[in-house]
């Protein structure tokens, strides 16, 4: 596409960037094909190809109206288009300045002003977060329907049955708690912990970490997003830098919401002018992996601890900041598939569920509109649990169904805890005996199974469970051997 970028725009490094997006893009419309907006609408300026011509007729110097800014707040940031552009047309970044530019042409009411702000730095916030939401529970029952449906029900966080000692790992991971997943759905952060300390892998939560910066992008507020990445940078820095030469290049920085992880693995575009930063934050883009990344890792220890322990018929709903956004596809699915797990997708599998971060509270109707037909979709498919990977796609598809909506991993970290409860019963007159073996062999006995139960059990559950079925054979042999092992 020709371009004849303004005076104004025309030396500044974001008006250069957009210039480059603007030239890949050859005007072929294939993108509105998969646009949720353009589908729901039918309206050329509510699709991707005429976003990027509102776009680029700001940059050339048109005005920008109040026109122009509905048409690019409609805009889910689901990213879907980019998937389809076969130019490779950077759709996401170009609206990221185009939005910029509109928000300082085009004055907000101050109604809309005073509750963007709210949102801004009420969900960015974890400690106002959770103070909100607790005030929130209270006055549910008065507030409109709209706030009422953003409010769920307190989750009771899943016990662990089998806590594992410090100490032991051979791996070490950061994770993001997230600013309001840890008040909304508390389990999810658990159940990862859980899941990483039965593969020996330590979490690490950096407390000066706040909010990835995504609500402030969906906001227009890019500084807000800057300065949000690099306090999390700051956070994680020391973290990176005190990791020893050979677990540095074990190190991870592990995202359970995709929403999350596709914002801190553009850190290094956000901050690409920035001095001071630009290096470091190339370096947090690049140890950034979504969890089913991370666990790819691990697939020969998942099977032995959860291999065709997850017998509910699963549909997996894949958030667009993971499909689209990080453009990470089929990982979950080939976990779940060498679990022995029947994982479905639904019909239009790459269509937005109308979250989309604060978009669901700023275009309800259209947010209401997606998420039925999310919905529909997947119960066409008649699963016992939907299992997506973002906590507010979670969320807002709760509220449309009765079948649980659940974060994979907790189904994991489930289906790990079942199976471990069940091999520390059947193990436990071995163990027993184990411990009466120790308490001849003083030396032993300082790291006896008493005081690391759960570490025996794990590791007898990883050496014991091969194929399931060999399960109670070497159950049996095992006693046998501890049989004729007794001095007595
Ligand atoms: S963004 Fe890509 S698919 Fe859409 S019009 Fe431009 S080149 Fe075509
Ligand atoms: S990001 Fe999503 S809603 Fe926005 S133009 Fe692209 S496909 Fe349409």
Redesign the pocket.
Known sequence: MQTNISETYKHTTEGQEAEQILR?????????ATCPTYQLLGDELDG??GR?YLIKQVLEGKQATQKTQTHLDRCLTCRS?ET????G?Q?GRLLEIGRGIVEQQVARSWSQKLFRSALKNGLSNPRLFQHALRWGRRLKPVLPQQLQEKIPAITALTPSSHPIAAGQYQRRVILLEGCVQGSLAPNINAATKRVLQHLQVESIVATEAGCCGAVRLHLSDVSGAQAAARQNINAWWPIINQATESAQAEIAIVMTASGCGVTVKDYATLLAHDAAYAEKAKRISALTVDLSEYLMNFLPELIALVGGDIPQKLTWHAPCSLQHGQQVRGKLEKILASLGVDVRSCENSHLCCGSAGTYSILQPTLARQLRDNKIAALERTQPDIIISANMACQQHLQVATKIPVLHWIEVLDQAMDKLLTTTKESLAPILVAEQAETVVLPAQSSTSHSENASHAVNDKTKAALGPKTNLAKKKQSKKKSIKKKSPC
């Open positions: 890949q893009c050859v005007h072929c419309g294939m993108c509105n991707p190809r990027i288009c389809t552009c076969p130019s047309v759709y």
